[in-house]
Structure formats: C-alpha cells, structure tokens
C-alpha cells in the first residue's frame, strides 16, 4: 500500500529539533504537490532551486524574509498558533483511538480542519476512518499521504505505518506485513501509547498466521494494569483473542469468564466485534446451534463475517436451520470490496454443503489454484484452518502422502 515499504526508514527522533521550521516546510511542499507545481516554478524570482529543495528537505534555517515571501506565493499563512494546536491534537490522537472514541476523533479533525498543517489533520482523519471502517476514504489519504512520507517528522511516519497496518490487518491483508514491522526494528518508541499500539498490531498479526509465540511476547505491555489504558477496547479484544486460543483445547476453564465481558460501553460497531470474537471461542466448544440462533436473534447474519459463520456451522452439522439462512442470504449477497476473503469463504462453504460426499473435483481445483494462492497473503484465524483441513484431508484421501508432507511444512 505504501510504495517502496521494503526501503522505507523512520526518521531518528532527534532532540531540540525545530518543529516550526519542519511544519512550515511539509505545509509549503504539499502545497506545491497540490497546485502540481514544479520547484523551478515556485523559486523563480524567490530563491534557487537548490534552496528550495533543500528547505522541503529541513537541511537549512530559511530565512524570515524568505518565509513570508513564500506564504505569498502559495496564499497561505504559517502560525504559530495553529502549530501549537497540531501537535497537540498529535500527542493524543493515539489515546483517542485506543479507546475507540471517533466522535473524539472527529472533533480534533473539526479543530485543526482549517490550519495549514496538511499531514496533522490527514492523520487524525484516517484514524477516524478507521474506526468508522470507511475504507474508500482511508484509502484515498493513505495514497496522499504516500507521496510525502519521507519528509514526514518521525511521529507522524510512525502514525502513517500504525494506521495503514491496522487497515491491512482490517482486510486480513498481509502482503508485505514483514516489511512493514521491519520498519520498526531500529525505531525507539518513547510513548507508551505507541509502544501499546504497536504490541497490538503484532498480536493481530501473529493471531491469524497462528504464530503464538508472537501474540505471547507482547503479553505484558497489553494487560498491564498500570496504565491509562484499561480497560479500553483494544484491551478487551486481545484478552479475548488469548481466550480464544486457550479454548481450543480448554474451553470450560475459559467460558465463564466470556460470559461476563460486557461490550455495551463500546458502539454498536465494536460490541459485534466482540460478539463475533465470542462466537469463535463458542465454535470451539461445538456450540454451534447456539452460535447460529444468537447471529438471527442480533440479526447479524447481513454482515458478511457473521453469515460465513452460520455456513460454517451448517457445513459442519447439516442444522437445517443453519443452511437455510445461509442459502437464503448468500444468494445474490452483496460483498463490499474489504469483503472479499468472506466472499471466497462463503463461496467454498456453499459449495461443501452442496456436495458433503467430496465428490465434486471442481472444488478441489478451486481449492488448488484458487483458494490456496490468495491465502498465503490473505489469513483469517478460521477460514485459513478450514482450508488446511479441508485440503490435507483430501490429499491423504487419495493417498498423496509426499503432496501432504510438503503442503503442511508449506502452508
């Protein structure tokens, strides 16, 4: 999503570090991309080109006679105030969105929506976008943002990476995830809110290529108590998560304590996150009846996430009332583009059901050149599983037992 990630370095935090100049420098450049203007065009009659280049690039102290010549240029005008105000907004918009608050969110983007600092108030509209899950307009940020991010400060690039991992972790997307976490591997993080998010980022990472080892080394920083944190959203969803894992093969020691987790603080958005989190720790305790009835009664069965659970479960029990709403609402179903990973899970649920004997070879070339080729950069906790099953099972069938060796060291 970001061009060039495998090349892409976060700037050193330095101290004593003159963010003024560094604000007015980013505003006159994007200004520049905006109107499509060359540096030859904006220094004629200004400065040289080297000159400009070189105070987009923060590697001079530009002059005061030089700066209000060029807010003349562009028609813009660089203040102190608004300055104060961005950073501001800045230092707390990750606690903002920790605790899951776009209301919050868009009201810091309503206060700086007019200054002139561009990448400020962009940041803190995809975080709101985010929460929101409006992925068109994320997208469409991000790709601006994209163009300028390497003369970014090192807080902003570090909120540029958070908020385009989250999104690719949204859409169960883990093309170049690598990359993007290497990103952070010479990066010293000094909030507490960034070293937060980042530790949730590789919990959800490593939750859906079921990597544990990952979603353990960030245990501590995510449930210590001792902080401004809890409990918050994000918290809720990792512990979550860690019960989700101990219940496949300890389900009665985690199920009371699900019970008991309340979302109706959150909006109606995260409380489905968390019933949907609730319905796979309930999957595996086989509880599949009471997971089809609970999606009807919410009628949740419109999202495409909660109707590939009910084919799960009609896919695993033939419930007749699970095949039944699942047929009736997967028929002509509508996919939003974030979609497609429960589009192609309902698609080969729908045609398991159809065919329970496995006598359908169309499936297995689908399974083959299809299915498997966009898993290994599109993971999601259940389907991937299913997958495995579905096809290891098939291999040892028609006793492919060197084919099975390689797909599962493979996988």
């Not at 591997?185 to 909030?191: F, G, R």
Request: overall charge neutral; proline content about 1%.
């Amino acid at each position: 999503m970001l061009k060039n990630i495998c090349k892409f370095k976060v700037k050193e935090k330095k101290p004593n570090y003159n963010f003024e100049l560094f604000y007015y420098a980013q505003a006159a450049k994007k200004e520049r991309l905006l109107k499509n203007w060359t540096l030859d065009y904006v220094s004629h009659g200004l400065c040289s080109i080297s000159y400009m280049s070189k105070f987009e690039n923060h590697l001079i102290k530009p002059e005061t006679r030089f700066l209000k010549e060029l807010q003349k240029v562009y028609g813009v005008k660089f203040e102190n105030k608004q300055l104060e105000k961005t950073q501001e907004m800045l230092d707390k918009v990750l606690t903002v969105f920790i605790h899951n608050d776009h209301d919050a969110l868009y009201s810091m983007f309503q206060s700086i929506k007019h200054n002139n600092f561009n990448v400020p108030r962009s940041l803190i509209l995809c975080f709101y976008y985010l929460l929101i899950k409006d992925d068109n307009s994320l997208i469409k940020e991000i790709k601006e943002l994209d163009t300028i991010k390497d003369s970014m400060t090192n807080q902003e690039q570090i909120l540029l990476l958070f908020i385009v991992m989250q999104h690719k972790l949204n859409n169960y997307d883990f093309l170049d995830m690598v990359y993007y976490l290497k990103c952070f591997d010479e990066v010293m993080l000094t909030s507490y809110e960034e070293k937060w998010m980042l530790a949730y980022i590789e919990m959800l990472y490593g939750y859906h290529i079921n990597d544990i080892s990952i979603i353990l080394k960030h245990k501590k920083i995510l449930f210590d108590e001792g902080n401004m944190f809890y409990p918050t959203s994000g918290k809720i969803k990792a512990n979550l998560i860690f019960l989700e894992i101990i219940s496949r093969n300890a389900f009665a020691n985690v199920i009371k304590e699900v019970e008991v987790i309340n979302a109706n603080f959150f909006n109606d958005k995260f409380a489905n996150d968390i019933f949907y989190l609730r319905c796979l720790i309930l999957l595996n305790g086989f509880k599949y009846e009471e997971v089809v009835k609970e999606i009807i009664d919410k009628e949740l069965m419109v999202e495409d996430r909660f109707l590939a659970l009910i084919g799960y479960c009609a896919y695993k029990t033939r419930l007749d009332l699970a095949i039944q709403y699942f047929e009736n609402y997967s028929t002509n179903f509508s996919y939003a583009k974030s979609g497609e990973i429960h589009k192609i899970f309902n698609g080969f649920i729908s045609m398991l059901i159809k065919d329970p004997k496995n006598k359908n070879l169309e499936i297995r070339e689908i399974m083959k050149f299809d299915i498997i080729p966009y898993n290994k950069t599109h993971k999601h906790v259940l389907y991937s599983k299913v997958y495995y099953d579905y096809f290891v099972n098939i291999l040892r069938s028609e006793s492919k037992y060197k084919d099975t060796v390689n797909f599962i060291m493979n996988y």
